[in-house]
Every structure is written in structure tokens, then in C-alpha cells.
């Protein structure tokens, strides 16, 4: 069984799964109504109490689009943080702590951290594994935008080479992010600092902007990328070349005039050859490496309690929602009370009437779900603008599969639970309903 | 095939052992039509529903033809309801969202489908009979007698032999009331249906073939002729 299980594709999986966790409500939908056909008056119901319903219908909507939408929410952020750290195969730093170092590389959250010297990076960029060695220097500003020196083969790497206008050929050049406030050809001057604490005209420095990479979904959208050489030259520190060789911009830096770096970040030429890396790299008091996709997917499994915490309280809370639904729908069907004892008067069968009712919550519960398929829909796509507008992470949050069993799980859940008010006014005597 | 009533220590309680009716012997013939009057509290009604077989817990014997209805469970009551009875209340008790074809045919969504076209087709010449176009719009929007009417039209659909009518022209004006009259006696004599008709209408109970009088739940002396 497993095997047969194992041999189907991801799709049919979630498709048979979907079906397994509705098949509860379609055999009582198929035995309840079998033999009947109860439509019309189920639609005289609907309509008689439509308000009511609307409402009904309303809060079941709202409770699944929150819990649907908060769901894909937050897989379209793991998403999105793991999509931003692709680029990120592996980080060498001074030692210290791998979040706030990962922070400050793959989302420009700059912090104060010691510099690696001229002598690791040659060691990292001559190893015979590394394809690219990028020392990446951060701290500066303009605007809110985040100035980072870096090398133009990382800039090749992280656009994928979609570059609009070019890259840089000087110092006074510059690279921006596609969401950078600024327009190639623009000039600016970077502030010494980020946020409210920069220091504006600490830096003599004009650089013009030449290009502009291509849209990465990223906090390096909105960030200003120049020659690592312009960091050190606007700090006033050496070239990272030897003197003689001081117009030259990019690698091979000489290790006698290498300033440091706060970051490297490393992709090797294979993918087992990162592991390599990280084992060579990672030495006591010297050098910290670490896959920021390691230290993320730490974060996530640790952050996944609070997820199938927040899980559990919205399918809770919507089983409340629902649970308040039906008990409205209690109080709502002893007002056709007297219409069901009529049918029961004149010959239906007592399955017919609980097949009515049945329906009645049923149809209402089905079409807050959907309804509230399409809100979830909306609430994750709202938050996930939000969320990207606040962080640059592209957060794609869709409604997938995951949901889709949620909810058919909680259909098929609350259609059983719908017998309940169903059964209720069929305990009724016909006489009692008839006299009202 | 019209069947007769014999009925025989026919006792209803309340649930606390209140004796509600006692009607110790009646008989009816098929196609004959029986008026019940009395004051109100009488247990006219109580005693239509039991001809029906609506309630439980009562004692005695309630025949219709072969099929005593208290020996019955309460599924295949349902069942002879459905086959052979149909009933009209004072207060038309209509689905108000539906049009008068609609309610006039609500047997069809229960019955079999073998059953559901001929119960529509019935459905629609009683209402062309009873003088009622079947037009979409809601019930709602008819007058009482022509509501009335298609309770009636509902109730003769399934080809009841056995009309059970609790005041049925109660909540009509004297002119509505007496078309009523009209149409339900020669439906009637027309049709060979047994018409049992609770009222408090002097009109209607003239034109029934007996009247069964109760008095706080008692045959009346003298009351059947």
C-alpha cells in the first residue's frame, strides 16, 4: 500500500488526500439526500433567512480566510527568506554569532562585526575549489538604502548578469538594486552609518550611478553596490592593491594592503565542495563559516512549533466559529420548525426533513469555506505586500495544497457536525411544530 | 381506493395524563364527508391529528380500511400519510419563497422519482381546476383564499383519498370562505374522497354528510346524527 502510495506523483498525492479528507462529507451528502430531490425548498430557506445566513455565511468566511491566509502567510515568508539566501552558498566571517552575521550578509542588516584580513581572504580566494570569493563591506549608506563594496563578479552572480547599463569601471561608479531610489546617471554621496544614526557628510565621496541589476526579490533591491575599493578609499584605508597597482578595481586584492572585510561570501565549484569549505574555513578564533540555508532552515525548525502552535489555534478558533455557526443555525431552524413538522404532516419522510436541514447548514458552511478560500487568497496576498514592502523579501504567499486539506478537513468536519442541529428538530413532535 | 374509518377507544393524553379526547366509536364510509365542531379546547384538532396519525402514545384504534395507524411506527405513519392523506391547515402553512406549483407539487422532492412527474402534472390541473394560474411568482403575494387553494391543490396532488382539513376557511372573508366550500365539497363528491373537516363554520359543517360534536375532549350527546 505504501508503495502504491510512494509511486504516485506529488500532485496525485494532494489530489487523493484532498478527495480522502472530503470523502466524509460527499458519502453523508450522497445518503442523506439519496432518493430526494429537496433543492427547491433548501433555496426557500436560504432565501427566507438570507440576512441571517449572509451573516453566517460572513463569519465562517472571515474565520477561514484568516486561518488560510495566515497559513500561506507563513510559507511564503520561509519561502521568501530561503529564496533570499540563494545566492548565499557560504559565508566566511570572524567568529561570532551565524544569525546576526547571516542578518547583516543575505538581508542588509548591517551590525558591527570585526573584519577578516588580507591573508583569509587570499587563503579563501586561492583555494582550488572556490569559483568566487566575494568580500562583501557594508556599514554605509544612502537613504535607506544600504551602500555595500563588493567585487563586480558578485554583482554578475547575484543579478544572474541582468545588468541595465553597465558595471563599474572606477571608484566613483556605482551599481544600484532595482527598487534603489535613484536613476542611472544619478550622483550621490554616501553616508558613513545607516538609519537615523548616518552621518551625512562624513564621506567626500560623488559616485555616479552606471546600472542597474535586475528585479531579485531581495533586501539587495534596494541596496547600492560599489567597488569594494571605494568603501576602503572613502574610510580612508589602503587600496587593496599594491601601490603601483592602485586604479586597479576588483581581484586579485594583494594581502599586504587587503583593509579586511567584514563578510566573504563563497560558492564553490561544486556542491559538495561547500562542505569542504566550511570544514576548512571554520577555525577557533579565526574564521566562522557557515550555508546561511543551514542557519535559516534552523531557524524554521525552530520557529516550527510556533507554527503548528498558530495551526492548531486556527483550526480552534474556526471550529469555534463554526461550532457558534451551528448553534445559530440551532436557534435559527426553531423558527421553520413549524414548516418541517408540515412536511413530516403530510407524509415526508422523516430522512427527507433531516435531509432539508442537513443541506440547509451544509450549504451555508461549504459556501463560507469557499467564500473563505477566496479571502484567505486575499489576506495572504495583502500581507505578502505588505511584508515585502517592510522587508524587500519577495513574499509569494499562494494558497497551496496545504490548505486545501485544511479545508476540506474542516468541511468535511463540520458537515458531520451539521447532523447535529439536523437531528435536533427532528426530535420535535410533528404536533408541537405544527401548533408553532 | 377510498378507504373507511372505524374507530374505536380512541384516547389522547397529554404528557401528564390528561385525558385530551375520548371518542369511543365512529365509523365513516369511503367518500363520506364529517364535519367536527365544538368550542375551542374541545380537541378537535387533536382528534384530526390523530386520524392522521401525528401523534404518539395514544390509545385505542384509529382503521383506516385495513391499516390500524396505531400500530404503526412512526416512518410508515409517515408512509400511509404520503400514499393516502392529505391535509390543509387553517393557516395554509405554505412555503412563502416557492410559487403556487412549487408547493402545490413539495410531494415530488420526497417521492420517488418514478412518482415526481405525476405528482407535478396533478399538481398543476388541480391548480387550474381550483382556478389558480401557475405563475413563478411566490405564494407570498396571494390572497388568503387563493393560498387556501393551493393548499388544497398540495393536499389532492398525491391523489389523497382521505382530505384532513383543520379550519380550513378560518383565516378566509365570508366570500372566499364560501368558494372554498364550494370547490372542497364538490372536489369531494366529485372525486369520492373522504373529507373530515374540523370547523367552527356553520357553512362548511351544513354541507358535510354527518357532524361529530366534542365537548372538552368528549363525544357530545346526540352529537352524531
Known amino acids: ?436 | 381506493m377510498t378507504l373507511p374509518l372505524h374507530v374505536r377507544d380512541c384516547v389522547v393524553r397529554n404528557r401528564g395524563g390528561r385525558v385530551l379526547v375520548n371518542v369511543p366509536h365512529l365509523d365513516l364510509l369511503p367518500g363520506a364527508s364529517l364535519g367536527i365542531r365544538g368550542p375551542s379546547g374541545a380537541g378537535k384538532s387533536t382528534f384530526l391529528y390523530a386520524l392522521a396519525g401525528l401523534l404518539e402514545g395514544m390509545d385505542g384504534e384509529v382503521h383506516w380500511g385495513d391499516t390500524d395507524l396505531l400500530t404503526m411506527s412512526s416512518a410508515r405513519r409517515a408512509s400511509f400519510r404520503a400514499a393516502n392523506i392529505g391535509m390543509i391547515f387553517q393557516d395554509f402553512l405554505l412555503f412563502e419563497e416557492l410559487d403556487a406549483a412549487a408547493n402545490a407539487s413539495l410531494a415530488a422532492m420526497y417521492l420517488p422519482k418514478a412518482r415526481r412527474t405525476g405528482v407535478k402534472t396533478r399538481a398543476m390541473a388541480q391548480l387550474a381546476h381550483l382556478g389558480l394560474d401557475a405563475s413563478a411568482r411566490s405564494v407570498a403575494s396571494y390572497s388568503g383564499g387563493e393560498r387556501q387553494r393551493v393548499a388544497i391543490a398540495r393536499a389532492l396532488a398525491n391523489e389523497a383519498t382521505i382530505l384532513l382539513a383543520d379550519e380550513p376557511t378560518a383565516s378566509l372573508d365570508r366570500a372566499a370562505a364560501d368558494a372554498l366550500i364550494e370547490d372542497l365539497v364538490n372536489r369531494v363528491r366529485d372525486h369520492g374522497t373522504t373529507l373530515i373537516a374540523v370547523s367552527h363554520d356553520a357553512r362548511l359543517l351544513d354541507r358535510m354528510d354527518r357532524v361529530l360534536g366534542l365537548e372538552d375532549g368528549q363525544v357530545a350527546a346526540g352529537a352524531l346524527p
Not at chain 1, 449572509?54 to 486561518?67: E, K, N, T, Y
Request: hydrophobic letters at 50%; glycine letters at 8%.
Open chain 1, 1 to 436: 500500500m505504501m508503495d502504491l502510495w510512494d509511486s504516485l506523483s506529488a500532485l496525485m498525492q494532494d489530489i487523493v488526500l484532498t478527495v480522502a479528507l472530503l470523502l466524509p462529507a460527499l458519502i453523508l451528502w450522497r445518503l442523506v439526500l439519496r432518493g430526494f430531490a429537496p433543492r427547491p425548498l433548501i433555496g426557500a430557506l436560504l432565501w427566507r433567512f438570507r440576512w441571517a445566513n449572509a451573516l453566517f455565511v460572513l463569519l465562517i468566511a472571515v474565520s477561514v480566510g484568516m486561518g488560510l491566509g495566515l497559513l500561506a502567510q507563513e510559507r511564503g515568508l520561509r519561502e521568501g527568506t530561503a529564496r533570499a539566501a540563494d545566492k548565499f552558498d557560504l559565508v566566511v566571517t570572524a567568529p561570532g554569532s551565524e544569525i546576526t552575521m547571516m542578518l547583516a550578509t543575505v538581508y542588509l542588516q548591517p551590525s558591527d562585526v570585526p573584519l577578516l584580513d588580507g591573508a583569509t581572504y587570499q587563503a579563501i580566494a586561492a583555494h582550488k575549489n572556490v569559483s568566487i570569493a566575494a568580500p562583501l563591506a557594508f556599514g554605509d549608506s544612502f537613504g535607506a538604502s544600504s551602500v555595500v563594496g563588493t567585487t563586480a563578479e558578485f554583482v554578475q552572480h547575484l543579478s544572474d548578469g541582468k545588468i541595465e547599463g553597465r558595471l563599474w569601471e572606477s571608484t566613483a561608479e556605482a551599481v544600484i538594486g532595482a527598487r534603489t531610489p535613484l536613476q542611472i546617471g544619478d550622483a550621490f554621496e554616501p553616508a558613513h552609518g545607516v538609519g537615523d544614526a548616518a552621518e551625512h557628510d562624513a564621506h567626500d565621496a560623488d559616485l555616479t550611478v552606471v546600472g542597474r541589476i535586475g528585479y531579485t526579490g531581495t533586501p539587495w533591491d534596494r541596496a547600492v553596490l560599489v567597488p569594494i575599493e571605494t568603501i576602503w578609499e572613502v574610510h580612508g584605508l589602503a587600496s587593496g592593491h599594491a601601490p603601483g597597482r592602485s586604479d586597479q578595481i576588483g581581484p586579485p586584492f594583494d594581502p599586504d594592503y587587503f583593509p579586511g572585510t567584514p563578510a566573504i561570501v563563497v560558492r564553490a565549484d561544486a556542491m559538495w565542495a561547500n562542505y569542504a569549505l566550511r570544514s576548512e574555513f571554520t577555525r577557533d578564533a579565526q574564521t566562522m563559516a557557515f550555508f546561511p540555508g543551514a542557519v535559516l532552515s534552523n531557524l524554521h525548525r525552530l520557529m516550527g512549533d510556533i507554527r503548528q502552535a498558530m495551526s492548531l489555534m486556527s483550526l480552534v478558533t474556526q471550529c469555534l466559529v463554526a461550532a457558534s455557526v451551528l448553534l445559530g443555525l440551532f436557534i435559527l431552524s426553531r423558527l421553520f420548525m413549524r414548516q418541517m413538522a408540515l412536511l413530516r404532516a403530510l407524509g415526508a419522510p422523516a430522512r427527507f426533513v433531516f435531509a432539508v436541514l442537513w443541506s440547509y447548514c451544509t450549504t451555508l458552511l461549504v459556501a463560507g469555506s469557499v467564500l473563505g478560500l477566496g479571502l484567505g487568497w486575499i489576506t495572504a496576498m495583502v500581507l505578502s505586500r505588505i511584508i515585502s514592502a517592510r522587508t524587500d523579501i519577495l513574499i509569494s504567499a499562494r494558497l497551496s495544497w496545504t490548505e486545501f486539506h485544511y479545508l476540506a478537513g474542516f468541511v468535511s468536519l463540520m458537515t458531520l457536525l451539521s447532523l447535529l442541529p439536523a437531528l435536533a428538530v427532528l426530535r420535535k413532535p410533528i404536533v408541537d411544530g405544527l401548533r408553532g
